[in-house]
């Protein structure tokens, strides 16, 4: 009985051994066969999603980088020997080549995209400008390179076009950047930090901006520029931004910048402007710039309130140059510009950059806000001339002997509210500046109504309210008749030329 006892026992024990055993072998394999992909042991989830706009959207950018992209080239440029260095104060950066300046030659980099089947190919001036002509490289997506020559330049605008010898290139088709607004998507396309083929994508977060970049242009300098965060960097210069139907709409530029490489947002050139640059360039090697022959500045609140205008807008004309377009036209100093040819007008690049996609010979009409009335003015352009603009400089004050300097310094006044002190010119002084009128400024307040306005010491007030001074009484006689919150608008002559100026009476 004892013996079947234990042959009971043994044999459960066995049972269980072999039932543990079964158990431990199915949990194992259980979760292997989950990892292996077993349906039962899945991680994760199945997304309950299917919005359509999500696949439209994406499949718009996947078209596009697949439409564009064999379009755009490579660019490796062997500089000359140069010599200088590079201000990095600066805050915005031309991207492509880079802004090294040694004293050999060196090999630098940007992007370009083909705008002809037989090989012109649009980029930036500066990436190009320092070439050595028999040293420019063009790779092609499909990893062939050409030898390029350069066709023609225009630094007012930092474009340029270059040719390589190939037929039946597929060509980038170019959109209407009028026609751009902010908020939309756009993809730039380019060859960052050596990185070729590379698409980013983002949104147009301003347009017609002015950065003041292209100081190399002489004061000419044509700065439009669309405003976008698709990330750009070193590199993509030259190369398109894109919108979602596959059209080239800007050329990329420049980026704001304090380390030369993406920060936010890159800027640029709307390619309408390109378009009348390139087809210039293409048929004559140059551009045939056209001009009005006028200077503008923006319209501030004060300046708008003085003119008796609803709100500030359109760009004022400071002068105008003799034997110009504007002269023949009868435009005047103090008109505001408002419209080019029904295009509204929001500060003078805007002007600017219209009359750049213009020809010598054609007929513009401007919308003119004039005494208090809008009227229009049509003018027939002009080629522009290839002079520089030389400014003239009156910031220091013309010597004078001691009996002059006792006479102005006995013929002056304060304003306290405007912040401003000025003083009766000496016949000298009047002399020296070419002028026959007008009050010196001898003093601002830092922050003051003045200060604020762009008034500043040495400066030349010729007229307050349209009414020529001659002394600092004439001026005091203009302000009285204004009362707190009314705006005067001063023409002021400055070392860089003549201008309009405002300010606003501060309340009491």
Not at 48 to 62: E, G
Not at 63 to 79: F, G, L
Request: glycine residues 8%; without cysteine; charged residues 25%.
């Amino acid at each position: 009985m004892a013996k079947k006892s234990i042959l009971a026992a043994i044999f459960l024990i066995f049972i269980g051994i072999i039932f543990g055993i079964v158990l431990v072998s199915n949990f194992q394999f259980g979760v292997l066969q989950g990892f292996a992909g077993d349906q039962q042991a899945k991680l994760g989830a199945q997304s309950q999603i299917d919005n359509p706009d999500y696949k439209a959207l994406s499949k718009a950018f996947i078209d596009v980088s697949k439409s564009i992209s064999p379009t755009v080239v490579s660019i490796t440029v062997t500089t000359k020997e140069k010599k200088g260095t590079q201000d990095l104060r600066d805050f915005f950066h031309f991207f492509g080549p880079q802004d090294r300046l040694p004293e050999m030659p060196t090999i630098e980099g940007g992007s370009g995209f083909i705008i002809s089947p037989d090989g012109y190919i649009m980029t930036n001036n500066h990436v190009i400008r320092d070439a050595d002509e028999k040293k420019i490289e063009v790779k092609f997506s499909d990893g062939r390179t050409e030898r390029a020559k350069i066709i023609g330049t225009d630094p007012t605008t930092d474009l340029a076009v270059i040719k390589v010898d190939r037929k039946d290139l597929p060509t980038a088709p170019l959109g209407n950047s009028d026609d751009l607004e902010i908020g939309e998507m756009v993809v730039a396309i380019g060859n960052p930090l050596g990185l070729q083929g590379t698409v980013t994508a983002g949104i147009v977060s301003a347009i017609g901006r002015s950065i003041d970049i292209l100081r190399e242009a002489g004061g000419l300098g044509i700065e439009n520029f669309i405003q976008t965060d698709a990330a750009i960097n070193p590199g993509n210069s030259g190369g398109p931004l894109v919108n979602l139907k596959g059209e080239v709409i800007g050329i990329n530029s420049a980026i704001a910048t304090t380390n030369r490489f993406y920060q936010g947002y890159g800027f640029a050139i709307p390619v309408n402007l390109a378009k009348a640059v390139a087809e210039d360039i293409i048929k004559t090697g140059k551009v045939r710039r056209a001009y009005v022959g006028i200077g503008m500045n923006p319209v501030t609140q004060a300046m708008a309130k003085a003119l008796g205008m609803d709100k500030p807008e359109g760009a004022i004309i400071q002068k105008i140059d003799a034997d110009s377009p504007a002269e023949s036209a009868d435009l005047k100093e103090g008109d505001v510009i408002l419209a080019v040819d029904g295009k509204e007008v929001k500060a003078p690049n805007d002007v600017q950059a219209l009359i750049a996609r213009m020809r010598p010979g054609d007929v513009v009409i401007f919308k003119i806000f004039r005494d208090r009335k809008k009227i229009e003015k049509k003018i027939t352009l002009k080629q522009r001339e290839d002079t520089a603009i030389a400014a003239d400089d009156t910031r220091q004050n013309p010597s004078m002997d001691k009996d002059e300097k006792d006479e102005s310094s006995m013929k002056s006044l304060t304003f306290d509210n405007l912040g401003l002190t000025v003083r009766q010119m000496t016949s000298e002084e009047k002399k020296k500046s070419a002028i026959e009128n007008g009050v010196i400024v001898s003093e601002v307040k830092p922050y003051s109504e003045a200060f604020n306005n762009m008034i500043r010491a040495n400066d030349v007030i010729l007229e307050a309210d349209k009414r020529e001074l001659n002394s600092p009484k004439d001026l005091k006689e203009v302000i009285d008749k204004h009362k707190p919150g009314d705006a005067i608008l001063f023409r002021i002559k400055k070392s860089d030329g003549i201008g309009f100026y405002a300010v606003q009476i501060p309340s009491e």
